[in-house]
């Protein structure tokens, strides 16, 4: 019984789920839409009751001969996930016009691939975390190709499937050779075995394999690939939903395998960590200063994101993973924000190039000053989200620096990449700006999408100007990896 209380948030978001695809049967077509506000409603409620404690997913405890575990790192993602999927709902249903058939099929996918992202967080076996990546990345297959009838569409969900495929076969082939070598999948027996085995390059190989598995979800370099093409061609709340959500599931299980089943191994792997987020940095803002098309750019910015995002994971210190789900907390606010602003305004054009942004703050400055704040946190200025996430990430490399020189370098990385980036983001906020648009009519806004908006901003600013609080909390989830 106590097994079924903890599994309480996943079980409650596949029914709801389930209970979309079984109303619709019985709704008219033109009410169908309005089942995301219903699923959006129903997870806001999931997150409410799990912050206050008073509703489901606020005890901790391990489950499953201790593959699930809900302790305080698993209950910060999941309050992450709810947030972030409440919010993205919202934004399908703004862009459901833009779906030609199966609009609640698209809701309840969107909520499969979040039971996917909560049983992530808990997974403390390889077993689990096979199977909720599967969960994930299988719905995200079919939600990126959603609008059949665009070519862009279909070829995103094909990239995304290929290169998928091929990921997954790293990661159960390196579970299958950490598994031969060492007997366990437990991530807790793992890392008492572990230290024996740091030379053990069959073991080494197996590690690596997951981690490659894991670098393909958080799209870092060199598995960074798809993401560029996947975020241009899939519906935009898919792009959200994958830019905030896979990426953080991503990172939540990347935490756990590195810190949590083999800290001996993550610390002979200083170097190879530093060096992937100095490339993966580089890569994403460098790719990024050309691009015309607004999600291909937040594509290319989300790779150089997952730069700065390892450089907490690199840093190999508790500072250093605090930041990593301090940053997360503030990204997700923010990339919200600008794709809550792409779904409303370039959903009727058949472009999504930066000059469908042109002369924005005439036709809806609400929609302008949304994207500008989010460009703006995006690009780490005071004093929003963004830059506090960023000065929390460089504060944990540079007290590493003084035990080896090589963090002074990734520090002086990071900063160039924040110059870069300056360029590219200022460009979307020139166009809105500086740029006269053909079309001068007023953009509607319906009201839950404001609330949407509204949320964010303050997320945006209460993230960069009360840090105090969201840092402790994060502080707090860390220490997991002390027990």
């Known amino acids: 019984m106590m ?213 393909f979800k958080i799209a870092a370099f060199p598995f960074q690939i798809w993401a560029p093409d996947v975020y241009q061609g899939a519906p935009s709340p898919t792009t959200a939903f994958l830019a905030i959500g896979s990426k953080a599931a991503g990172f939540s299980l990347l935490l756990r395998v590195l810190f949590s089943a083999a800290p001996a191994i993550a610390e002979q792997w200083e170097n190879l960590l530093i060096t992937v987020s100095a490339v993966t940095i580089l890569y994403g803002n460098l790719c990024a200063l050309p691009q015309r098309n607004v999600k291909r750019l937040l594509g290319y910015s989300s790779i150089a994101h997952a730069g700065y995002l390892l450089l907490g994971v690199a840093a190999l210190n508790d500072a250093g993973r605090s930041a990593v789900l301090f940053y997360l907390a503030g990204y997700l606010f923010t990339l919200a924000a600008a794709f809550s602003v792409i779904s409303v305004v370039l959903r009727h054009l058949e472009t999504e190039d930066i000059s469908g942004l042109a002369g924005l703050s005439g036709r809806s400055p609400l929609l302008a000053g949304t994207m500008a704040v989010a460009m703006v946190s995006l690009a780490g200025i005071p004093p929003l989200a963004g830059f506090v996430g960023k000065f929390f990430l460089l504060k944990a490399v540079i007290e590493r620096g003084a035990e080896n020189t090589a963090y002074y370098w990734l520090t002086f990385i990071a900063l160039a990449g924040v110059v870069m980036s300056l360029y590219y983001y200022f460009n979307v906020i020139r166009a809105m700006y500086w740029s006269s648009a053909t079309d001068n009519s007023a953009i509607p806004v319906s009201r839950p999408m404001k609330w949407v908006i509204c949320a964010c901003i303050a997320g945006i600013f209460y993230v960069g100007l009360f840090p105090g609080r969201l840092f402790d909390i994060a502080s707090a989830a860390v220490l997991v990896f002390h027990h």
């Open 3 to 215: 097994n079924i209380s903890l599994l309480s948030l996943e079980l409650s978001v596949v029914l709801l789920g389930l209970a979309l695809l079984l109303v619709d049967l019985w709704l008219p077509a033109e009410r169908k839409r309005w089942l995301g506000y219903i699923a959006a409603a129903g997870l806001a409620l999931l997150f409410l009751g799990s912050v206050t404690g008073i509703g489901p997913g606020s005890v901790e405890g391990t489950a499953f001969g201790n593959m699930f575990v809900q302790d305080a790192l698993s209950l910060f993602f999941k309050r992450f996930f709810l947030l972030a999927g409440a919010l993205v709902l919202v934004m399908a249903v703004e862009f459901s016009d833009r779906i030609a058939a199966g609009v609640s099929e698209y809701y309840a996918l969107m909520l499969f691939a979040l039971a996917g992202m909560l049983f992530a967080s808990s997974a403390n076996n390889f077993a689990l975390l096979f199977v909720s990546l599967e969960l994930i990345t299988v719905t995200f297959y079919v939600l990126t190709s959603f609008q059949r009838a665009r070519l862009f569409s279909l070829e995103a969900g094909v990239k995304y499937l290929i290169i998928g495929a091929l990921s997954t076969a790293f990661t159960v082939y390196g579970i299958a050779l950490v598994y031969g070598t060492t007997g366990h999948l437990d991530f807790d027996e793992l890392s008492r075995v572990t230290p024996d085995l740091a030379g053990n390059t069959v073991f080494l190989f197996g590690l690596l394999f997951v981690m490659t598995g894991l670098g």
